[in-house]
T-cell receptor, first 114, second 111 residues
Framework: SAVISQKPSRDICQRGTSLTIQCQVD?????MFWYRQQPGQSLTLIAT?????????ESGFVIDKFPISRPNLTFSTLTVSNMSPEDSSIYLC???????????FGSGTRLTVV | LAKTTQPISMDSYEGQEVNITCSHN???????ITWYQQFPSQGPRFIIQ???TKVTNEVASLFIPADRKSSTLSLPRVSLSDTAVYYC????????????FGRGTSLIVHP
């Protein structure tokens, strides 16, 4: 299965600023996903990032707040813009091809907004 | 998308067998059942997947009855390191499938 490197692993940011999270995969994949996991909660899908097209956002998430780039088949970034304390969460990227082997997740970025 | 229901939490002791059951009453014909494990400060990790009957790998077994409306993840002889959250997911493994997570089951293994 694919190996994902996600950076940064954690960060503490001031409200009103932005943070860009990087996700690097060791193989080419068609679909990449970004999730958010709030403290003590399950994972919520933010958006699907497809190479060569705009990301598809889930209900409750908008591009202005969470812009995503997908410049090639091995890399994606998620930016958390104009942060507030409510954005404090773990953000995870994931890749998968819908195959029986399941999906692979990065180790996550723990974001704290103060 | 089939909705899943799992116990919120379970407790066990080292060396015991743990069975976590997931209900998915409206599972579709093309749906597979997949289980993930998540340790604190890590992303979920694929454990096992099945369609019907029984699947076993080096980590766990998955039991699926004939009606497929439920499934049971079985962890043999758990250790402290099996303390984690376990998620049951249901969906068709086609190109458009996107993992959707429910609340999961928090398993705590005691010495």
């Amino acid at each position: 299965s694919a190996v994902i490197s996600q950076k940064p692993s954690r960060d503490i940011c001031q409200r009103g600023t932005s943070l860009t999270i990087q996700c690097q995969v060791d193989s080419q994949v068609t679909m990449m996903f970004w999730y958010r996991q709030q403290p003590g909660q399950s994972l919520t899908l933010i958006a699907t990032a497809n190479q060569g097209s705009e990301a598809t956002y889930e209900s409750g998430f908008v591009i202005d707040k969470f812009p995503i780039s997908r410049p090639n088949l091995t890399f994606s970034t998620l930016t958390v813009s104009n942060m507030s304390p409510e954005d404090s969460s773990i953000y995870l990227c994931s890749v998968g091809e819908g195959l029986v082997a399941g999906y692979t997740f990065g180790s996550g970025t723990r974001l704290t907004v103060v | 998308l089939a909705k899943t229901t799992q116990p919120i939490s379970m407790d066990s002791y080292e060396g015991q067998e743990v069975n976590i059951t997931c209900s998915h009453n409206n599972i579709a014909t093309n749906d597979y059942i997949t289980w993930y494990q998540q340790f604190p400060s890590q992303g979920p990790r694929f454990i096992i997947q099945g369609y019907k009957t029984k699947v076993t790998n080096e980590v766990a077994s998955l039991f699926i009855p004939a009606d497929r409306k439920s499934s049971t993840l079985s962890l043999p002889r758990v250790s402290l390191s099996d303390t984690a959250v376990y998620y049951c997911l249901v969906g068709a493994t086609g190109g458009s499938y996107i993992p959707t997570f429910g609340r999961g089951t928090s398993l705590i293994v005691h010495p």
